[in-house]
């Protein structure tokens, strides 16, 4: 009997809901704008509209209820904390909600955590056991395969490459989403306009200087702008000091990249690989080491959840998806 | 039939072998200077009386040879790469040497991993599921058990939690053992006399800067001496903001901080738990958390060795110690 797997990705700005089979195959899919600013019952209500849309007839073909959602989240009760881009969601307990609709085991899970299972059942890391994934675009999010397993931690709070501390000159602290996500790739564009310096970027905005986000830097990168290059490549020099530390700790095989900001390529690329090349302890760290673009677009939330759900929230090997029904 | 294991601490000063019940009970133990200028052959030569010194008349109810080492090294084959207090000792396939020598199983593990597994087991953070260990001596090692199972990574090179790049003072990137491990305390003591600091250092020492380590220092700020007590709280701030890193990335239950260095008590733990408390992302992340000394002392190499053969390399999980036989 062939099964099927709900899966529902809960976004700041998209709701969507799908089917997949048992080979995380897309069957069908529905979506609309998160209305956010209704709250969250309004957006529970539509969720659950969505999957009953996509719910096969029979019920029992299906495993389980796969979510993505933006953390901070406890994996293990299915809480939804308090995300930033959910105003007004506060410890909203989705997971006993949307069981005791659909009496169907659900399992829910951070974006960054879903989207590295993605990529390792689905995507740029498919076959890989040691995995790190790193999303670069308004923030920096991750989510770590150790061994085949998703890494969720006692509370369901890891990975948090993003956050980790990087002390800077006069003993600031920082991070790498500080420095090196879309909003502080424009500031420091910004700052050096400011301070006088030409360039390319300042025609693309017509002088205004509040619309400069990482896109348009990105833009003026290609064309050459030599401070939009710059402004890429700290990020990308930042973002490589992160994995030189998620190599020292997880030794994956692959890092896959993706998030918006990673649209600019090897203009960031390429200081990030030169970064960790510079500071790794030891080239044994590095050694087939592969550094690559994620390879799911806009899906990857959906097939995410769906591998979620398919692992029993991440508890199961990934290797099983083959055989996991 | 009570079930025997064969642990093996490959040290860079001390060479020992024990054998342990199935309870992880140490039964006999055997040691002696490890006279690393003689080589590897005379260490393995040396090593394999020792085994056989513990060996029970039975072979058949050894279930396994657990061997801590120094890293690097592939617990995957068993190949002690270059451990750097190890001179001679390159490329050395030692677990194939034991193998054929006992005809049993052979478990090769980096010290500070095999520590982790010791705490996890018997020690500090017995019961845990979640636990970082840190060893801060003179150099900084670490070791992860994340839901219940040794963090090894791809080629066994995790979890190097003392060689990730934090401070950055005009682009120039150190890391937490540069500035934290016992030779930077003393170096930072020692900086800090030469520039005309006055400090009781200087009479423990008789004047004689280059007999300053960390075990003056920590014998100074026991005194109440403020330049061994600064040198001792940057040493804390360092380590906490890795803990920070460890807390983000893996969400442990316990950090467990052993290693010589430890020995200097609330003058190295307090401003390390202050640190880690300015630094965090969010209370999640350290509510609940315990940051305690190592509870395991002097045999904590061999009871981990144990350990590790009795998890056939770190791949079963610690919860199956207890019944695992």
């Given at each position: 009997m062939a099964k099927a797997i709900i899966a529902?990705?809960?976004?700041?700005?998209?709701?969507?809901?799908a089917r997949f089979d048992q080979d995380l195959t897309l069957l069908q899919?529905?979506?609309?704008?998160?209305?956010?600013?209704?709250?969250?019952?309004?957006?529970?209500?539509?969720?659950?509209?969505?999957?009953?849309?996509v719910m096969p007839c029979d019920r029992g073909d299906v495993v389980g209820i796969?979510?993505?959602?933006?953390?901070?989240?406890?994996?293990?009760?299915?809480?939804?904390?308090?995300?930033?881009?959910?105003?007004?969601?506060?410890?909203?307990?989705?997971?006993?909600?949307?069981?005791?609709?659909?009496?169907l085991?659900?399992?829910?899970?951070?974006?960054?955590?879903?989207?590295?299972?993605?990529?390792?059942?689905?995507?740029?890391?498919?076959?890989?056991?040691?995995?790190?994934?790193?999303?670069?675009?308004?923030?920096?999010?991750?989510?770590?395969?150790?061994?085949?397993?998703?890494?969720?931690?006692?509370?369901?709070?890891?990975?948090?490459?993003?956050?980790?501390?990087?002390?800077?000159?006069?003993?600031?602290?920082?991070?790498?989403?500080?420095?090196?996500?879309?909003?502080?790739?424009?500031?420091?564009?910004?700052?050096?306009?400011?301070?006088?310096?030409?360039?390319?970027?300042?025609?693309?905005?017509?002088?205004?200087?509040?619309?400069?986000?990482?896109?348009?830097?990105?833009?003026?990168?290609?064309?050459?702008?030599?401070?939009?290059?710059?402004?890429?490549?700290?990020?990308?020099?930042?973002?490589?000091?992160?994995?030189?530390?998620?190599?020292?700790?997880?030794?994956?095989?692959?890092?896959?990249?993706?998030?918006?900001?990673?649209?600019?390529?090897?203009?960031?690329?390429?200081?990030?690989?030169?970064?960790?090349?510079?500071?790794?302890?030891?080239?044994?760290?590095?050694?087939?080491?592969?550094?690559?673009?994620?390879?799911?677009?806009?899906?990857?939330?959906?097939?995410?959840?769906a591998?979620?759900a398919a692992?029993?929230?991440?508890?199961?090997?990934?290797?099983?998806?083959?055989?996991?029904f």
């Open positions: 529902v990705d809960l976004g700041g700005t998209q709701l969507r809901a899919r529905e979506s609309t704008l998160t209305r956010a600013d209704l709250g969250p019952k309004h957006t529970i209500d539509e969720m659950q509209a969505f999957i009953r849309k796969g979510i993505s959602s933006p953390g901070p989240l406890n994996p293990a009760t299915g809480v939804i904390i308090a995300p930033p881009n959910l105003p007004g969601w506060r410890n909203v307990p989705l997971s006993d909600i949307i069981t005791s609709e659909f009496a085991p659900v399992y829910v899970g951070n974006d960054a955590n879903v989207a590295a299972l993605a990529e390792a059942s689905k995507g740029a890391a498919q076959g890989c056991r040691h995995v790190v994934y790193l999303t670069v675009s308004t923030g920096i999010g991750s989510g770590v395969i150790s061994d085949g397993k998703l890494v969720t931690g006692r509370a369901g709070l890891a990975a948090e490459l993003g956050h980790i501390p990087i002390l800077i000159d006069g003993g600031e602290v920082t991070s790498i989403e500080l420095e090196a996500a879309g909003p502080a790739i424009a500031r420091r564009c910004r700052v050096q306009l400011e301070a006088g310096v030409k360039s390319a970027v300042l025609e693309l905005v017509a002088g205004d200087l509040h619309a400069i986000d990482a896109k348009v830097v990105g833009a003026a990168a290609a064309r050459g702008d030599s401070l939009a290059v710059e402004c890429l490549a700290h990020a990308g020099h930042m973002i490589g000091l992160g994995i030189v530390t998620a190599l020292l700790l997880y030794n994956p095989e692959i890092i896959v990249v993706g998030g918006g900001v990673t649209k600019t390529g090897e203009l960031l690329f390429a200081p990030m690989r030169q970064a960790v090349q510079a500071h790794i302890l030891d080239s044994a760290f590095t050694d087939g080491l592969r550094i690559e673009p994620a390879a799911l677009g806009d899906d990857v939330a959906l097939v995410g959840a591998a979620l692992t029993k929230g991440g508890r199961r090997d990934i290797s099983e998806l083959d055989h996991i």
